[in-house]
RNA sequence: GUCCCCGUAGCUCAGUGGACAGAGCGGCUGCCUUCUAAGCAGCGGGUCGCAGGUUCAAAUCCUGCCGGGGACGCCA
């Protein structure tokens, strides 16, 4: 394009100047496929410095696109409407891709961690990232308040990887402070049958682990309060199995997981602490220690020390920050629920105080999930005992529906959740028309197998791809990488879900207009199937990179 | 009071500088002797919260306002 724009100026065609030379070319896809496969807007851009009209820039660019022909790629360009350049693809360009999305079937799609894709804007592959999320103490099961961050992390991770990135998932959790101790005595209390303290926590599971207490957990104990940390430390590890098991159901798993204590323990926090006072971040006023925020645009100073001489959550928050970069990540991502939004500016200056950059530090905060039965509020308190068990949801839901529905909405939208439409609605999930196309190219595949025609090994120079039904759907399938590569540059999912709905509708068209295996027409049916498999292989990516799975049969 | 997010079809949500604003669900009408009808074709449904501004071009960017949600602790 650039090529042409300057073979126009030197050949006359259209008027020289610096603005016109250096102007940013930008090419895009056109939402309307009679505008070609491709579409620019140079000309419109051009008009001003040009002082010309934009269709005729477009049409000099047009042709002398035509005369080069860029080597076999396009197979048209033409100027259209108020000066829009729009570029058609060759059949040759076009079956190539559809050859190669077949020969590299397991990788079709992703983005390599070359030198290449690194340099690209907004790619950043081959960057090592910590995405932290779901996070919830293990006081009790994970609910379905917890369920938006564990799908939130785990798509965006599967992004990131998608776009070659490296990526480690974090879990972050508290196992030393009072409430582990809190629901330790609650445990105890309910073995020797006294009644659950008014703070401790009163959900079933609680009960269910009161009979697997056993007495060696508690020797050495010597009074009530150890019996209780004791009682609550291996509680809580039940419940970690618990949540472990849960996360694996959602097909999510962790890489690492770190505790608070361990930030203490490992002098992460007390590091944290040297380095901010090395820089003069600190200062001392009514017995506490407070980190200058303010310095860096933050409402207020912040605590790190209080007046009693404990440290503040924000304390090994930053002690974290420390240590995460010690492992070598390039990036952190939080996932944090918007009601944190207050502690974002805070975690981001500290970490700019400690002297890394700030814009490797960053916070996705999840929008709310209202959950509501019958128009009725729930509320979600894991103390109360009176929350809904994700794995409740799940196990009626499913996981496939509960992905995409998630992963179709953007991370940051509050939603209201009825659990009566969705437990009506889940059949009705869009997840399954994608599922449903997947199953019926499989199908067609054993119908083909079966009546021994194979698919043709290549379509390049068959001409298959000239038009018609073939070229149409062609088209969307080839675009899975373009697709994954918007998903990990805007860091977002929605993408891939509009993809996949629009590729199993152009498939359900293709199965009414075009019959695949006709045994009178051994030639065009395998050519068919060879375009059938490799839609198969752009819909099973686009739902394996969301984490569902795709069926052969339903 | 300050700050953050949201406001698009009856409902749930995509679209975030480009050519007539999209999908699913719901409503209505047709289509199974033919590779899976969990499908297909069609109809109906919109002041893109409101008002200004920037731009050749605004649902998209800027300002103000209105409406909904949330946060503003030496809690975790």
Known sequence: MREALARAIDSGELPDSPEARSVEVEVSRPANPEHGDLASNVALRLAKPMRMAPPKIAAALASQLA?????????????????????????DALEATIDRARADSGVWGRLAADAKTAGQAGIRAGRHVNVEFVSANPTGPLTVGNARGAFVGDLLSRVLEAGGQRVTREYYFND??????????????????????????????????????GEDILAGAADDEAKAWAAGRWASARIREGIEASLERLGVRFDVWTTEGSLHDDGWVAQAMERLRAGGHLYEQDGATWFRSTAFGDDKDRVLVKSDGNTTYFASDIGYVIEKFSRGYDHLIYIWGADHHGT????????????????????????????????????????????????????????????????????????????????????ENPVYYVQYAHARIASILRKAAAAGIAPAAALEGSGLLAGGPEGTLARIVARL????????????????????????????????????????????????????????????????????????SM
Do not use: C
């Not at 022909?69 to 060759?90: K, M, T, V």
């Not at 629901?183 to 020797?192: C, H, N, P, Y």
């Not at 308190?381 to 994700?390: D, P, V």
């Not at 860091?491 to 199965?511: D, I, K, P, R």
């Open 67 to 91: 005369l080069a022909g860029e080597r076999g790629l396009l197979a048209s360009a033409e100027a259209a409407g108020a000066g829009f350049l729009n570029l058609r693809y060759s059949e």
């Open 176 to 213: 030393s402070g009072v409430q582990v101790q809190k629901l330790g005595a609650s445990v105890l209390a309910i073995r020797d049958g006294h009644e659950v303290p008014e703070d401790g926590y009163h959900g079933d599971y609680v009960a269910a682990l009161a009979p697997l207490l």
């Open 344 to 427: 974002v500016a805070r975690l981001r200056n500290a970490a700019e105080a400690m002297g890394f950059d700030k814009a490797a530090v960053e916070v996705i905060l999840t929008g709310w999930v209202h959950f509501v039965e019958g128009g009725e509020e729930l509320s979600m308190s894991k103390r109360a005992g009176t929350f809904i068990a994700l794995d409740d949801l799940l196990a009626e839901l499913g996981v496939d529906a509960a992905r995409w529905y998630f992963a179709s909405r953007g991370a940051n939208v509050n939603m209201d959740v009825d659990l009566e439409v969705a437990r009506k609605q889940s059949s």
């Open 481 to 552: 990488p373009e697709v994954i590569e918007d998903a990990a540059s805007a860091q977002e999912t929605q993408g891939v879900t509009t993809y996949a709905t629009e590729l199993a509708t152009a498939f359900h068209a293709f199965y009414r207009d075009a019959r695949v295996v006709d045994p009178e027409a051994p030639e065009l049916s395998s050519q068919r199937l060879a375009l059938v498999d490799a839609t198969r292989i752009s819909l099973a990516n686009a739902l394996g990179l969301l984490g569902i799975s795709a069926p052969d």
